[in-house]
């Protein structure tokens, strides 16, 4: 059998009718060689649904309905611009399917709490788009057969953060992925399904790690992950200024950047290729034809610039014991139970005798419930409105350049890796 390829076009590449002839483009390259094309929502239509998903929570009927007026017009004139004929008349009458699916989501009374509707609502995102693109990518020629990801992927009920089931997943998609019947498939990223068939996500940005799960239960030969950026680069150039592209960047230093908040790949979608040796490549949609980067393995050290990362709309937390005794392991492991019970991301930590402090992000109603619980034994003081600035390989010139004059809250620096909560800007 010839090699699989995996393929992921982000929000931004399938953002609007154009995107997805580009993308079609860079398809038809490849029409006569395996591949899995994973394909995320269409651009901010994620943050529309979550918009939406608020509006329907606090009963806001008006806000509601525009909201998802503007939803539905938005991909049905992306689908009237790119099919005609038969094949427009075929597809709007699914997305209306689909719309009504989606309507009777929002008929009901949310009584299941927030993370479950969150993942029966917003998982249609990347429904409606995949729908859209595959119609289109067979309009154009190109047979494409499209999979539900909620098929594919076995999760448990963690409700936006869905633990995956590998085992399982591995044999629904030896199944489903045969590449006789088809050598071009397409599927959904960011979501899965449990047993009994409800929806679930596998966290923001979690296309990614579809991807590198599907890649890793294939055998795929490689993974590329198309982005409207030439490759990693050592920082966001919307925020910082004088970026520079990384050619080469270990499974190692990978897994540091995204654990550090680099938004260039999901946190999760390491693992599953390095297990394997899976080399992801990072390329632009815009200009398909540049080399982007390689992340792989190496048994060398490569040296780095510095890379900056920053994660915005952060919280650092201080507990204290009400009876001022030491923070002790005991003490320690209550603290991450209760954090952990209300899946609160702690992405850094700081202890002294009688205080301990995280940062945290700013997701109030995780934190908030988290808080409560914590106050019964700890005196709690926290400050909002921050950012978490990672250095990678920083230098001293480099913290004084973005750190000078900032006021700084709390401060670690290890060999390689110098990070500061400090207010926004």
């Not at 610039?305 to 003490?331: A, H, M």
Request: proline content about 3%.
């Amino acid at each position: 059998m010839k090699p699989i390829h995996v393929f992921k076009f982000g929000g931004a590449s399938v953002r609007s009718a154009e995107a997805i002839r580009n993308l079609a483009q860079i398809v038809r390259k490849y029409k006569d060689e395996n591949l899995v094309i994973v394909v995320s929502a269409m651009a901010k239509t994620t943050n529309a649904l979550e918009a939406l998903l608020q509006h329907w929570l606090n009963g806001e009927t008006d806000a509601l309905n525009q909201k998802v007026r503007e939803i539905k017009s938005f991909h049905m004139g992306a689908a009237l611009e790119l099919v005609n004929g038969n094949s427009a008349h075929i597809l709007i009458g699914e997305l209306e399917v689909l719309f009504e699916q989606f309507d009777q989501q929002l008929s009901g009374t949310p009584t299941k709490g927030y993370d479950f509707h969150y993942d029966q609502l917003v998982s249609f995102g990347e429904i409606f788009s995949t729908r859209i693109v595959s119609h289109y990518l067979n309009f154009e020629g190109i047979p494409t057969r499209l999979l539900d990801a909620r098929r594919l992927l076995r999760t448990d009920t963690s409700y936006r953060e869905g633990v995956v089931d590998e085992k399982t997943s591995g044999l629904l998609c030896q199944r489903e992925f045969d590449f006789v019947s088809a050598n071009i498939y397409l599927t959904q990223g960011f979501i899965g399904g449990t047993e009994v068939g409800t929806i679930t996500t596998l966290g923001r940005e979690g296309s990614d790690y579809t991807a590198a799960l599907l890649a890793n239960l294939l055998g795929a030969q490689d993974v590329t992950i198309w982005k409207d950026v030439e490759g990693v680069l050592n920082a966001d150039p919307k925020i910082f200024d004088s970026t520079c592209k990384l050619e080469f960047v270990s499974y190692q230093e990978a897994i540091e950047l995204a654990y550090c908040g680099a938004q260039i790949i999901h946190p999760k979608t390491i693992k599953p290729l390095q297990n394997k040796r899976i080399p992801l490549y990072v390329k632009s949609f815009i200009n398909p034809e540049l080399p982007g980067t390689v992340i792989a393995h190496s048994d060398v050290v490569i040296k780095l610039p510095p890379v900056l990362v920053l994660k915005p709309k952060q919280v650092l937390i201080t507990l204290s014991p009400r009876d001022f005794s030491f923070v002790i392991e005991d003490c320690l492991s209550k603290i991450f139970a209760i954090l952990y019970k209300h899946r609160v991301k702690v992405n850094m930590i700081h202890t002294s005798a009688i205080n301990f402090s995280i940062c945290v992000d700013d997701e109030k109603l995780r934190m908030d419930a988290a808080l409560e619980e914590l106050r019964s034994d700890y005196m709690v003081r926290y400050n909002s409105n921050l950012e978490l600035l990672t250095i990678r390989h920083y230098t001293a010139e480099t913290i004084e350049k973005y750190i000078g004059g900032r006021t700084v809250y709390l401060q670690q620096r290890t060999r390689s890796t110098a990070r500061f909560v400090i207010d926004a800007r």
